[in-house]
């Protein structure tokens, strides 16, 4: 169905073509309809012009977190960017993640993500643990299951994508793992070193464009990261604090060892 | 600096970002991306030239029971041997406060430092960087220790507020009255929605209700509940509190040219 406000328009989309050493941006025509988002346009450019272009795509429904790509400079996703919101005469870019290495056209190699995800202690419930959990105690970890792993916050974080610190700078999504497993009122393990020393926690400068891109709306600063550096601060930055707490009776912090090995989980009857 | 175990990838295998053909220049937005953060570098700067202004002044800052934010709590009786502005002996309470606000963090990292200046916009690159993990700026963890002086500061604040309400055996009320009250409340607000108290006052914990704890950690949870209200919008309690401090300080300033603009009700 054609759009109703413009019946007839045709958008401009220029998308890059090639692979990360050598490529071009090239332009299609291609019709407007209701209700249409980039990935509408991408599949018409496959399907009328190119059956060629690569773009990795599965749900259409913003779940799937497949179809991450830079709209316009902005990391989105494709599936959730509607052509309505574009002028009627503006070239709209379509470019791959710039942080991770293109494969081809739009396609991107991001599996150093699950390289960083290994290292992370899983969640570590103790074997005597009481299962019952209240809701007020698992609402904070909910939120951050909803992360679908677009890697658009990974995409958009300036430690990564300028500063190329990916030896050394784990990246909002897996503090917003950690965040979730740290805060698991049934978790024991302490990961507090890891971050710190390991993912670098110091290295966010809380600029917030991680939460502005993300699809699911996780307040990944507010509620993960910042949280995270305070009980870093807790552990290695606040002594007088460390002090008043082993005066009362220590910390509750947890005492298993990190360890990135998983722990088996068997629920008490 | 630790050597990083971050994945077991060897340093050659790491991925690098895409540069050209694909990406050329700092970004490729096309919208009007440097207008926020030139906005509050514009503001920021100007607070700050008037806050120094205000506090190299030395003078216009108490008149009646009204006393300016900037010079309160007044030490100029304390101190008498100190050679400066009596302001200098409070400001950089509030100052380190907000200096290292996980807020403001934000908004002079993109708007003075430009890491990044708006998201997407690559002004620097380079290996260089450490962020918060190396000198000075880990200094920024020292936050809560900041929040710790400023509440005592803002408690004050609240008594001056009170002092305009009841002087002199009887009480009395002025717009100026409600003007401090107001920049009272805003402080409160944007104060007590810290994320560091946040995280003290319960963020700290990771179980509120197990049996065990039930009883000892309800009150943290529902503290917790209040400061979370407070710092979802602690960006708008964080610009509105620093423009009232300014104001109730220029019209403090102005009241102690001319009293009467106090507008006193009864």
Redesign the interface.
């Known amino acids: 169905m054609p759009d109703p406000t413009n019946p007839g328009r045709q958008a401009t989309l220029k998308v890059?073509r090639?692979t990360?050493e050598?490529?071009?941006f090239q332009s299609y025509k291609v019709p407007v309809e209701a209700g249409m988002v980039v990935l509408d346009a991408i599949h018409y450019i496959q399907q009328n012009f190119d059956p060629e272009l690569a773009v990795r795509w599965n749900c259409k429904a913003a779940k799937c977190g497949s179809c991450s790509a830079?709209v316009?400079?902005?990391?989105s996703l494709m599936c959730k960017s509607r052509m309505d919101q574009f002028k009627h005469d503006?070239d709209i870019?379509v470019?791959?993640?710039?942080?991770?290495?293109?494969i081809k056209d739009l396609v991107?190699?991001v599996s150093?993500n699950y390289?960083?995800n290994?290292?992370i202690t899983p969640f570590s419930p103790s074997p005597d643990a009481?299962w019952?959990i209240?809701q007020?105690?698992i609402e904070r970890v909910q939120e951050f299951r909803k992360c679908i792993e677009c890697f658009l916050c990974q995409n958009?974080c300036?430690?990564?994508?300028?500063?190329?610190?990916?030896?050394?700078?784990?990246g909002p999504r897996f503090m917003v793992r950690v965040a979730g497993l740290?805060?698991?009122?049934?978790?024991e393990a302490n990961r507090l070193k890891y971050l710190k020393?390991?993912?670098?926690i110091?290295?966010?400068?809380?600029?917030?464009?991680c939460t502005?891109?993300c699809p699911e709306d996780i307040h990944i600063?507010?509620n993960a990261i910042?949280?995270l550096?305070?009980?870093?601060?807790?552990e290695?930055?606040?002594p007088?604090?460390k002090f008043i707490r082993n005066l009362l009776g220590g910390s509750k912090k947890k005492t298993i060892a990190a360890t990135a090995q998983p722990v088996s989980i068997t629920p008490s009857k | 600096m630790?050597q990083?175990?971050?994945?077991?990838?060897p340093?050659n295998k790491?991925?690098?970002?895409?540069a050209l053909?694909?990406?050329e220049g700092p970004?490729?937005?096309?919208?009007n991306w440097w207008v926020e953060p030139a906005l509050i570098a514009f503001v920021f700067t100007a607070f700050g030239i008037y806050s120094m202004f205000r506090a190299f002044e030395n003078n216009l800052y108490e008149v009646g029971p009204y006393l300016s934010p900037f010079y309160s709590p007044n030490l100029k009786q304390y101190v008498p041997w100190f050679p400066l502005s009596p302001a200098f002996l409070i400001l950089w309470i509030p100052l380190s406060f907000r200096a290292t606000c996980?807020y403001y963090?934000?908004a002079y990292?993109?708007s003075y430092f430009m890491?990044?200046p708006a998201?997407?916009v690559?002004m620097?690159?380079?290996?260089?960087?450490?962020?918060?993990?190396?000198f000075p700026?880990?200094l920024q963890?020292?936050?809560?220790?900041a929040f710790y002086f400023a509440v005592p500061v803002l408690l004050i604040l609240w008594v001056d507020a009170f002092n305009t309400v009841y002087y002199e055996g009887a009480f009395h009320m002025s717009v100026l009255t409600v003007v401090m009250f107001a920049n009272c409340v805003l402080l409160s607000g944007y104060t007590f929605g810290c994320?560091?108290c946040?995280?003290i006052v319960g963020?700290?914990e990771?179980?509120?209700?197990?049996?065990k704890n039930e009883q000892k950690l309800k009150p943290a949870?529902q503290a917790w509940q209040l400061v979370t209200k407070f710092?979802?919008r602690?960006q708008q309690w964080a610009w509105t509190s620093l423009m009232s401090v300014a104001i109730t300080d220029l019209y403090i300033r102005y009241t102690c040219v001319n009293p009467s603009l106090a507008f006193q009700i009864f």
């Open positions: 890059y090639g990360k050598k490529g071009e830079e316009n400079g902005m990391p503006e870019c470019q791959p993640l710039k942080t991770f290495p293109i991107t190699d150093w390289e960083v290994k290292k009481d019952t209240y007020e105690d958009v300036h430690v990564l994508r300028d500063h190329e610190r990916k030896d050394n700078f784990m740290e805060m698991h009122p049934l978790d020393d390991e993912g670098h110091g290295y966010c400068n809380i600029t917030k464009c502005e891109v600063t507010d910042i949280p550096k305070e009980r870093v601060v807790d290695f930055y606040d007088l604090g | 630790t990083s175990q971050l994945t077991d990838l340093e790491l991925p690098t970002s895409n053909p694909a990406y970004t490729e937005r096309k919208d996980y963090r934000k990292y993109r890491h990044p998201c997407t690559g620097f690159k380079g290996k260089g960087y450490t962020g918060e993990q190396s700026f880990v963890n020292l936050h809560r220790y994320h560091a946040r995280h963020g700290k990771d179980c509120f209700s197990c049996p949870f710092n979802e602690h």
